[in-house]
């Protein structure tokens, strides 16, 4: 008992190391429930819990590389979870509003470089210790490694006291960084007053705005095509659309296909993007105004016609396009949208099939039955986990983040996540099967914030109080100046003048300062997607733009 006292109490060892870990975890966790008038910093206190932990036990109780390790590790499995659910939808999100929010996300940066410099200007506080200081504030760890090397590259290592006050500004400028980042966005939401109820009814309206198909009734009177087939309309327009039913003069609805011949006089209803409607409708003929109540009734009456919304679960299915598959031509259904990753898009023959996929299909009872046996719908086989895409995921992003261009590199956070994104969105292209149930993924990320956060806390404790007494307080008022200053203009701006809903903007500020503890804030606040998406849309270039900022503001200061 003495020596299982000695070896998992006391340490230093492996065992020690993981018990005050866990215990660092389960603390962090259970004050997490914690509120202070309604505001909680959820999975942040582990990070606290375990700056505590590592003052007290100091650095030679603890196992460093199994501590480095857990670090590491637990970060990629959060930023590689992130990338592989956002993936699907990922470059949807991007057309739709990526570019403005990469945008404002540069912004953060650059404002903080400035902010940097002025500071060291005024203080003239040396510009290697407030890049470390910044790299602590903006909570990327990186950019303080390319400064370093930047540092040690250009013979900057010989004066070891410099050296080591970039690494210490990081230390110290980190915890608050964190705080700084979170209490941003609260005092953001309080100036401007957010209210989340409104936030998701103004989401709500964005999503049929933005993401759901638009119907139309239409009455074909284009001479140039009478007795063309739908097939070579879609050719000639070029555009993304789908005729999902049509009615003769006689009154007789039918379903619509490739095949069918367009004749003067017919009403078609039309389901295609709002951006494409004007060139769509006029190249057929005269909008008209019927409901939907007509158009089902109607058909009711000739062809009797049910709407199942069906899972894509075989295997098989994954990757392929709907030419390959030929529902139309086989089973005599149309598929009106398709549902991947919160995203409703229009459906085209190009457009690859994905497991975990919702297909909305048209036609008789028997037919969509058929439909249905021939695509799964199997809610069980969506519980089986598929690991080969995450671990060969895992490993790709590793590789992709050691490389170096011109001594920059994205690091195991960047890599992972960009892997991630891209196999969420074209693994199925290889036939890899990248669906992960909700609760799966959800749990996987938990565990790599939570294990990333304690490993951190325990790492930057030993020597943080000494720090702060020995005249690095100073840094912690720098770094926060650093932190909230230029989320809050930046905030401000893309809150009045872009429009930009509340629960994208916390994900923003989070991916501007690539904290994960910020996003688990966010996600906790929000109980939606929005933030993470937010987060990984400008991740990987704001990740590229701290590392080469570091790097150049190092350069600047020994040049």
Not at 146 to 165: E, R
Not at 193 to 209: C, F, P, Q, T, V
Not at 396 to 414: D, E, I, Q, R
Not at 417 to 426: S, T
């Amino acid at each position: 008992m003495k020596n299982l006292f000695e070896t998992v109490v006391m340490g230093p060892s492996i065992a020690h190391t993981v018990f005050i870990l866990a215990l660092v975890i389960a603390t962090g966790i259970a004050l997490s429930r914690v509120k202070i008038k309604g505001v909680s910093f959820g999975m942040t206190w582990i990070l606290f819990t375990g700056i505590i932990a590592g003052h007290f036990l100091g650095s030679e109780s603890i196992h460093h590389d199994t501590l480095h390790f857990i670090k590491e590790f637990g970060l990629i499995l959060f930023v590689f979870f992130i990338g592989l659910q956002v993936g699907p939808g990922f470059f949807s999100s991007l057309k739709s509003g990526g570019v403005k929010l990469i945008s404002l996300a540069a912004l953060v940066v650059v404002l903080g470089a400035i902010t940097t410099y002025a500071i060291h200007w005024i203080t003239g506080e040396p510009l290697p210790t407030m890049v470390g200081v910044m790299s602590g504030a903006v909570t990327n760890t990186p950019g303080l490694g390319a400064a370093q090397q930047a540092f040690a590259d250009a013979g900057g290592a010989a004066n070891k006291a410099l050296a080591d006050s970039i690494s210490l500004g990081y230390a110290v400028a980190y915890p608050l960084g964190v705080i700084g980042i979170i209490m941003s966005m609260i005092i953001l939401r309080g100036v401007l007053r957010i209210n989340y109820k409104k936030e998701d009814e103004g989401l709500a309206a964005m999503s049929k705005e933005t993401n759901l198909p638009h119907r139309y009734s239409v009455e074909f009177n284009n001479e140039m095509l009478e007795g063309k087939t739908i097939a070579v309309a879609h050719m000639l327009i070029n555009r993304q659309f789908v005729v999902s039913r049509v009615m003769h003069k006689s009154g007789e609805i039918v379903m619509a296909d490739g095949n069918s011949v367009l004749t003067l006089g017919d009403r078609l209803r039309i389901i295609c993007s709002e951006e494409d409607s004007e060139a769509i409708l006029a190249f057929f003929g005269k909008p008209i105004e019927m409901t939907a109540d007509e158009w089902g009734a109607t058909a009711m009456q000739s062809t009797p016609l049910v709407s199942r919304r069906i899972i894509i679960t075989r295997e098989d299915v994954n990757g392929k396009t709907f030419a390959d598959l030929r529902l139309r031509t086989r089973y005599g259904i149309n598929i009106t949208r398709v549902h991947r990753a919160g995203v409703d898009l229009i459906p085209y023959q190009g457009m690859e099939l994905q497991v975990g996929d919702k297909v909305m299909v048209v036609g008789p009872e028997a037919a969509v039955a058929a439909a249905e046996k021939a695509l799964g719908n199997s809610l069980k086989k969506l519980d089986h986990p598929n690991l080969f895409p995450i671990f060969i995921g895992i490993a790709l992003g590793v590789l992709l983040g050691s490389l170096s261009l011109k001594g920059v590199k994205l690091g195991l956070a960047g890599g992972p996540l960009i892997v991630a994104i891209l196999i969420g969105r074209y693994g199925p292209h290889f036939k890899m099967v990248t669906y992960t149930t909700m609760s799966a993924n959800l749990m996987l990320r938990e565990i790599g914030l939570a294990m990333f956060l304690a490993a951190v806390g325990i790492g930057a404790g030993d020597g943080f109080i000494d720090a702060v007494i020995g005249g690095g307080y100073k840094w912690v008022g720098y770094g926060v100046i650093i932190t909230v200053l230029p989320l809050i203009i930046v905030g401000l701006i893309a809150r009045l003048k872009f429009k930009i809903n509340y629960y994208t903007l916390m994900g923003l500020m989070s991916g501007a300062m690539t904290d994960p503890p910020a996003l688990g804030f966010a996600n906790q606040s929000s109980g939606n997607d929005m933030p993470a998406i937010g987060y990984a849309t400008v991740y990987p270039v704001v990740m590229f733009l701290r590392v080469l900022t570091a790097q150049l503001m190092m350069l600047m200061a020994l040049s």
